[in-house]
């Protein structure tokens, strides 16, 4: 027996795996998010100060064309006096960087030639006191190597920064919890069913065929797991009970005929005489059986192979035409009266097989129907299923027996005398299990009607 793998290391656990990968797929999802927003943000808030900087230098550069330096000059120290929605810094610089006018107190070293820059520089605030602030500011060089600086003060993108990256950390750890803790919740149900799978397949392993998989209302893909693993169960469990029951069948019916052979040989034996015609011919007749029973087993072994890949669209119809004219002469020998009614009727299965079920219906008709009767095989189409239907006048099946006479090597006991080995019935089961059809055995009043209802070749 296959041990199952050990359950108590969870860290190497599929749950677990399962949980981390969940986790990292929420983090990930999660800091792309908020950083395309950050980054968006942030250019949006660029492109609005740069405007606003241009803006202010467009002013100041058309001053100093009409003035020149002083102009400049005035046009600054009348610019940082006045109140502004919008703060803004400037600075005139001589060729050897010493300021001229302006509010900073020196030029940015970061500042190295002309065009736009963003950097942290130190800025002389309302107080007169120095102060490290964020800046966005356009450099532009005027006549004399003169350089000119303005700027505006970007601490609302520091300030987004800082929010960012404390969103950040706080969102990706709440959503590092919660993703470990919710992922370990819902891999567990799904390391749940493996269990309970691995369990039923311990235990039916051990011989407790009707072992079977639970089955929530949920409808999920775990039930339908469940549901086409209970399947194989079942076919399973079926298949080792048609088989024990296939072996004590063969067992008692090879047992009687070669026990028979057996003392008839031990008299002969015994008397010292040649053994007589009867004994031999009684033989003969026991070893026919003996091939009968076997060919059937074999029969039903090779049905029970039968393999839906194979299915090819069949004309029951025809094979039921073809089996009435293999019987014609079986029926008149009987003194019966064979009618058919075959309407078109095309399925999707194995003619070979289906030929079998059809020649074992008309067999058993031919064979229990007393001198007389009738025997009626129908073909029709009937809501939305192909219909086959062998119907006789004979004695008919209690309907207490008509679902063990299914069974492999069940007969009657008022059939027990008469020829066949128990297992034409069974083969035309298997026949419809295969095809997904329905057996039927009713009272045909007076007599047994048999029905087989395929689904149509559309719906097969």
Not at 282 to 290: E, K, P, Y
Not at 350 to 377: C, E, M
Request: aromatic letters at 6%; glycine letters at 8%; charged letters at 20%.
């Amino acid at each position: 027996m296959v041990s199952a793998p050990d359950r108590r290391r969870p860290f190497h656990s599929a749950a677990l795996r399962g949980a981390l990968w969940i986790t990292l797929i929420a983090l990930s999802a999660t800091g792309a998010a908020l950083t395309v927003q950050y980054l968006q943000t942030t250019r949006l808030l660029q492109a609005r100060a740069q405007a606003l900087v241009d803006d202010e230098t467009a002013s100041l550069i058309a001053r100093y064309r009409y003035d020149g330096l002083a102009g400049v000059e005035a046009a600054i120290d009348r610019q940082a006096a006045l109140p502004r929605l919008n703060e803004f810094f400037y600075l005139l610089a001589a060729p050897d960087g010493t300021p001229a006018a302006g509010n900073l107190l020196g030029w940015p070293v970061e500042v190295t030639a002309a065009g736009f820059h963003s950097f942290a520089t130190e800025v002389v605030n309302t107080q007169g006191l120095p102060t490290r602030r964020w800046v966005d500011a356009r450099a532009v060089l005027l006549g004399g190597n003169y350089r000119l600086l303005v700027g505006s003060f970007a601490d609302e993108r520091a300030s987004l920064r800082a929010r960012y990256l404390s969103a950040l950390f706080w969102s990706l750890l709440v959503t590092g919890v919660l993703g470990l803790a919710l992922g370990w919740w819902y891999s567990r149900r799904g390391l749940r069913f493996v269990d309970d799978v691995s369990d039923v397949g311990q235990r039916l392993l051990a011989g407790k065929l009707s072992e079977r998989v639970p089955v929530s209302n949920r409808g999920d893909e775990y039930d339908r797991l469940a549901t086409t693993i209970n399947s194989c169960f079942a076919e399973i469990e079926r298949l080792i009970t048609s088989l024990r029951a296939t072996t004590d069948g063969m067992a008692h019916d090879l047992k009687t005929p070669l026990t028979r052979i057996r003392a008839r040989l031990e008299l002969a034996e015994l008397s010292g005489a040649d053994v007589p015609a009867a004994a031999i011919a009684q033989s003969r007749h026991d070893l026919d059986s003996l091939l009968e029973l076997i060919d059937g087993a074999l029969g039903l072994a090779r049905a029970e192979a039968t393999a839906t890949a194979g299915f090819a669209p069949v004309a029951l119809d025809a094979v039921a035409r073809e089996a009435i004219e293999l019987y014609g002469p079986v029926v008149d020998e009987a003194g019966l009266a064979l009618t058919a009614d075959l309407a078109p009727a095309e399925v999707i299965g194995a003619r070979s097989l289906l030929a079998q079920a059809v020649a074992n219906l008309l067999d058993n008709a031919i064979k229990f129907t007393p001198a007389g009767g009738s025997v009626t095989v129908v073909t029709a189409m009937a809501a939305g299923q192909v219909m086959l239907t062998v119907r006789d006048s004979g004695p008919g099946i209690p309907a207490a027996e008509r679902e063990a006479v299914l069974g492999r090597f069940h007969r009657l006991e008022r059939d027990v005398a008469a020829p066949g080995s128990g297992i034409g019935l069974s083969l035309v089961a298997v026949a419809a299990r295969v095809h997904g059809a329905t057996l039927t055995l009713a009272d045909a009043g007076p007599g047994l009607a048999v029905t087989l209802a395929f689904p149509t070749a559309r719906n097969g």
